[in-house]
Structure formats: C-alpha cells, structure tokens
Nanobody, 126 residues
Framework: QVQLVEFGGGSVQAGGSLRLSCAAS????????MAWFRQAPGKEREGVAA???????SYSDSVKGRFTISRDNTKNTLYLQMNSLKPEDTAMYYC????????????????????WGQGTQVTVSS
C-alpha cells in the first residue's frame, strides 16, 4: 500500500525559507515519478515541481528559481526546498507519486498522479 507523509510545513515571514519532506513507503520509490502540488483556499490545486525516476525536474513558472525539488532514493524521501517565499506561496502542499513515465507537459498535471499525501500547511506572512 502506497503511503506518502509530508513534513516541514509551518509559518514564515516573506523572504524566508522552508524545506518540505515527503516520506514514501509501500512501493518501489526509485521507479516512481514524484511531485509537489499546492492548493490555496478558494483555488484549484496546482503543480509546483516534479522529479522523475531519472531525476529530470519540472517547475511551475511561479516558483522557478526559488524552489528546488530533490529526491533521496536511499531514504525514500522527496524534498522541496523553498526560498524567497512570498505571501502568495501560502497553501496546503501535497506530495504525489505515480509509476508512469511523464513528459515535461504532463509532469505538473494533477490527473497524472494516483497517490497523494495528506498535505502540510505553509503560511507566509508579509
């Protein structure tokens, strides 16, 4: 059974940093594409960053240059380093996983992922 558990959310002032972690279990982690999504109140869930089994990465334009996605296959853990945070980054952040290969156009689409964590809240104050 696939399980994804996110850690590391919290409250931070604008310009600050946070690192999110997602601990994965129940499947062959190294073979799966992984991604971070976020959902702000009243808005749709959006893809933030993705990394596939051969470490290719994709980022949304809104976080490119500020966020870095990485994975440690020895620890079955996904990370999202978030720097220069802005109030508009405030959202619930979700970890997602899927076994299928994805093109760069697919990597940040919610419908491409079958497994989801429960989310961790990130709040950025101005």
């Amino acid at each position: 059974q696939v399980q994804l558990v996110e850690f590391g959310g919290g409250s931070v002032q604008a310009g600050g940093s946070l690192r999110l972690s997602c601990a994965a279990s129940g499947y062959r982690y190294s073979n799966y594409a992984m991604a971070w999504f976020r959902q702000a109140p009243g808005k749709e869930r959006e893809g933030v960053a993705a990394i596939d089994s051969i470490f290719r990465t994709s980022y949304s334009d809104s976080v490119k240059g500020r966020f870095t996605i990485s994975r440690d296959n020895t620890k079955n853990t996904l990370y999202l380093q978030m720097n220069s945070l802005k109030p508009e980054d405030t959202a619930m952040y979700y970890c997602a996983a899927d076994s299928g290969w994805k093109s760069s156009n697919q990597a940040l689409r919610e419908g491409e992922y079958n497994y989801w964590g429960q989310g961790t809240q990130v709040t950025v104050s101005s």
